[in-house]
């Protein structure tokens, strides 16, 4: 097993191969405080994990920048990490890594999903470009506040996709995002609870980066900015976002202004019936309060297809 220590070295190399255009032996030794030679030799395990490094007579350059994730390169965030470069579901890996007893938080993360899982069960399209993971954290909320994770993992991907001046960010209840009315990315909450407490919720989280989505009505933030995205530092502003967020009633407030629909009139399909009525806000159970004519009606997540 690769211990922290290698881990770190490993980090070191790519942070300085991202930043420079070579980067000689010599200094990765210096700053690294191992021989050149272990040097070397972690070049080597990083080509053979698919890094384009390539070597010259001044050193080592990466010849591209890599799509990939690698477990070593976010080690500060404070997340233990698991990576695929494909796999089924991380949800199904997430539970998993749960059954057989790992204890942390944890995000497991994916290249490629072959069965991506979205609501009520339905595949999402997880081809290669995309950012595919699972975040696991061990939580003490009441089962009634369970969308609370939902609010602080789509206003992190809000607050990421802002960055990048995309066009009109909107979240489309109870869990996408859409720019300028398409499908951008969506976000799946499992939990496990004893009697009323929560004690760890799975959020699952796929954003279309650089893929090319399938579906009608679904994009991938590449094909809006018409620039390739990079991966890596896409997932460290949302990892930024996504950690240093509390959900309070400000943050509530601020999820119903990026609410699609708030104040307008929205049809959504409610136990196997479309209704139409004025949409006044959602609140922390992730329950859509409606006006339908005089009747304020409460419509929660489960009950709509």
């Known amino acids: ?92 890996r997430s539970r998993e890594k749960i059954n057989s007893g790992c204890s942390d938080n944890f995000i497991v993360i994916a290249g490629t999903q072959t069965d991506g899982i979205g609501r009520h069960g339905r595949q999402w399209d997880s081809g290669s470009g995309g950012l595919f993971f699972t975040a696991h954290n061990k939580l003490s909320l009441s089962v009634s506040e369970y969308y609370t994770e939902s609010i602080r993992s789509l206003l992190a991907i809000y607050r990421t996709l802002s960055f990048y001046n995309a066009g009109e960010i909107r979240i489309k209840w109870p869990n996408d995002i859409l720019i300028d009315k398409k499908k951008i990315a969506g976000v799946l909450t499992e939990f496990y609870s004893s009697g009323d407490k929560i004690e760890y ?29 990079n991966k890596r530092e896409f997932f460290l502003k949302f990892l930024d976002n996504y950690k240093n967020s509390r959900f309070d009633n400000a943050e509530l407030a601020f999820f119903n202004t990026a609410l699609r629909g708030v104040n307008g009139e929205i049809t959504v399909n409610y136990r196997g019936k479309k209704i139409t009525g004025k949409l006044v806000k959602a609140d922390y159970t992730g329950a859509l309060n409606m006006m339908i004519g005089s009747k304020k009606i409460r419509i929660y997540p489960g009950e709509t297809g």
């Open 201 to 229: 919720i799975d959020t699952g989280i796929g954003i279309n980066l650089n893929n090319a989505p399938s579906p009608v009505q679904t994009a991938s933030l590449s094909q809006i900015i018409k620039r390739d995205i």
């Open 1 to 92: 097993m690769v211990n922290k220590k290698t881990d770190k070295i490993r980090k070191i190399i790519i942070d300085n191969l991202n930043k420079c255009e070579v980067v000689s032996g010599e200094y990765l030794s210096s700053i690294t405080g191992v021989s050149r030679v272990a040097i070397w030799k972690q070049i080597n395990t990083l080509i053979k994990a698919g890094y384009p490094i390539v070597s010259g007579r001044n050193g080592y350059k990466l010849d591209n920048i890599t799509d990939e994730l690698y477990p070593w390169e976010f080690e500060e965030t404070g997340y233990k990490f698991f990576y695929y470069k494909t796999t089924d579901s991380t949800m199904i």
